[in-house]
């Protein structure tokens, strides 16, 4: 009986999505995300680079019309704050695209103890494409980690935030290094 119930655990722990944490190596920064179940790192875990990309599984970078990046934001003169870079974002944003709207502006703190501010958008019009967007900004004294979910439609835009949720919780950083502000 205890055979039994043995490989029936064992079925059932490979039969749950896996999770998958990923060390990444950015220009500013290095820092691990959890991938939420059902997710997958587009970039290999030790890939140094500026994004981060996870997709659901069965899909590709060219097919997905979701994705939840991580985008390493260094600071620089005059663009040194978390609220800096979020401002540049607004300003920016609404330069590139057309009626673009916070739903929602929140701060959050992370299992971490780290504290995020997450900006939940309306969709708005950029490149001839509806985009639904939400960021979370999280500071860590050399730079700004933006995490971000992006969709094309309501629908996908609901059903993922709490997966965007999981990922902006699952923040731990590791070292920064560059142009710190005194």
């Not at 029936?8 to 820092?31: E, G, H």
């Not at 057309?98 to 995020?116: C, K, N, P, Y």
């Not at 439609?153 to 920064?176: G, M, Q, R």
Request: with cysteine; charged share 20%; hydrophobic share 40%.
């Amino acid at each position: 009986m205890k055979t039994i119930i043995f490989i029936l655990c064992i079925c059932l722990i490979q039969s749950l999505p896996a999770q998958t944490v990923a060390t990444i190596n950015a220009p500013n920064m290095r820092y691990q995300l959890t991938s939420p179940a059902g997710w997958y790192f587009f970039q290999s875990p030790y890939e140094t680079g500026r994004i981060s990309l996870l997709i659901p599984n069965g899909e590709t970078k060219e097919t997905s019309k979701r994705f939840i990046y991580a985008l390493d934001v260094p600071y620089e003169p005059d663009y040194e704050t978390v609220e800096q870079v979020l401002q540049g974002d607004l300003h920016g944003s609404n330069t590139a695209a057309s009626d673009v709207h916070v739903l929602r502006d929140s701060t959050i703190t992370l299992s971490s103890g780290e504290i995020a501010r997450i900006i939940y958008f309306s969709a708005f019009e950029m490149k001839d494409d509806t985009n639904w967007q939400a960021n979370a900004y999280i500071g860590n004294g050399t730079g700004c980690l933006k995490i971000s979910l992006a969709t094309d439609n309501a629908i996908a835009f609901t059903k993922n935030i709490p997966d965007f949720e999981f990922v902006v919780n699952s923040y731990v950083f590791l070292e920064s290094w560059g142009w710190k502000k005194e």
